[in-house]
């Protein structure tokens, strides 16, 4: 290939998924040089085959899963532990409280009574460590607006490279190692009631305002301000719910009525970006008969648009992972080890979400 165009040798590397290329970086200086290019890392994030993992954040941990759809009924396998340490001199194993997804960058927020951030590429082994220094660190947390809510990670769009950014409610991290304030709604304006999740440079929230009403809640780096859109139905607080991103194109929305058995899946339309949400109802799948039906609390939700399934955790009655289909077809169940520092604070709450590997370079 040392003969091709440099055009067609990118053109060609942008088809490799991101944990092959890696594997190359030692075999060819050339290429290597390449990939710490952000320009390529951010081309070769859209173009190449996307590789999505399931990660669960667990115990102030987080760790892989393998679940294999291809066998009825479906198995699920939990692996390695993705270790985070201080850097020199500190050596400590962390504990995490909330982790955030965007590009295959992840933002780890620690468990310290003053925060401290981690952004990391566990594609490349990267990691940076960020002290929280804006006179605002002090996060006080209660069970329904847990301190996990308060950080996101994202970029701004009109950029030629992506620039990344984490925001704090009211204050937002520059690459430049400096907070700034940022005019945002009072913290009494809504209530967060989901972890955050990542889709096109913007983070999303399940919250509700001060009489009750919920919708979707996001935070535009580009204009560094919130925004609202509605959800697919009107929801009631004794209501089920839970937010995710599909094939980092779409969000969807898991809707579980109190008085019903059924569990509605939704998502967005992919050009839904300026105005308000258009949502379409993906399938439906029926709990009735299954150990899942009384589920009180659902954290985290991943599906499979193609087979028609849904994987998400329960946390009544003992921490557990479902996967179910539509028309009750793959169904399994598999409950969550009990890992050190395993307690039933909203903390250790099992959270599931998908990682695609990068080779976006952490600034």
């Known amino acids: 290939m040392s003969d091709l165009p440099s055009d067609l ?17 030692t075999t060819c200086k050339r290429w290597n040089a390449l990939f710490k290019d952000r320009r390529f890392a951010e081309k070769h994030f859209l173009k190449a085959p996307k590789q999505s993992h399931v990660l669960m954040l667990k115990a102030a941990k987080i760790y892989a899963m393998n679940i294999d759809l291809n066998v009825v009924p479906p198995s699920i396998n939990f692996k390695s532990t993705l270790d985070l340490k201080y850097s020199r001199p500190y050596s400590k194993q962390v504990n995490l409280v909330d982790v955030c997804h965007c590009d295959g960058l992840l933002l780890c927020t620690t468990t310290d009574n003053k925060p401290l951030l981690c952004i990391c590429n566990p594609c490349l082994g990267q990691t940076r460590w960020i002290q929280v220094e804006t006179g605002d660190h002090k996060i006080q947390s209660t069970r329904y607006s847990p301190s996990y809510s308060r950080f996101a990670l994202g970029y701004e769009s009109k950029q030629t490279c992506r620039s ?13 190692n ?45 204009i560094k301000r919130f925004r609202r859109f509605s959800l697919p139905q009107t929801l009631d607080h004794s209501d089920y719910r ?82 179910i289909g539509k028309d009750g077809k793959y169904y399994t169940e598999a409950p969550v080890p009990r890992y050190e520092f395993f307690s039933n604070s909203i903390y250790h709450w099992p959270f599931i979400f998908y990682y695609v590997p990068s080779l976006v370079p952490i600034q």
Do not use: Q
């Open 242 to 323: 839970a937010l995710s991103v599909v094939r980092e194109e779409e969000l969807s929305v898991l809707i579980k009525s109190n008085n019903s058995s059924e569990v509605g899946i939704w998502v967005t339309k992919k050009d839904d970006t300026e105005t308000d949400f258009s949502w379409s109802k993906s399938f439906v799948v029926d709990l009735h008969h299954t150990a899942c039906n009384d589920v009180i609390v659902c954290t985290g939700l991943l599906i499979d648009e193609e087979k028609r399934v849904a994987l998400f955790c329960k946390v009544s009655g003992g921490y557990k992972v479902y996967v």
């Open 9 to 25: 040798v990118e053109e060609i590397l942008y088809r490799v998924p991101a944990t092959s290329l890696k594997r190359l970086r």
């Open 178 to 222: 400096s907070w700034r304030a940022l005019n945002a709604p009072s913290d009494n304006s809504f209530k967060i009631r989901s972890r955050g999740v990542s889709l096109k440079g913007n983070t999303y929230w399940l919250a509700c305002d001060d009489i009750g009403n919920y919708f979707v809640l996001s935070f535009d780096f580009t």
């Open 164 to 176: 990344y950014k984490i925001l704090m409610r009211r204050w937002i991290w520059f690459a430049s």
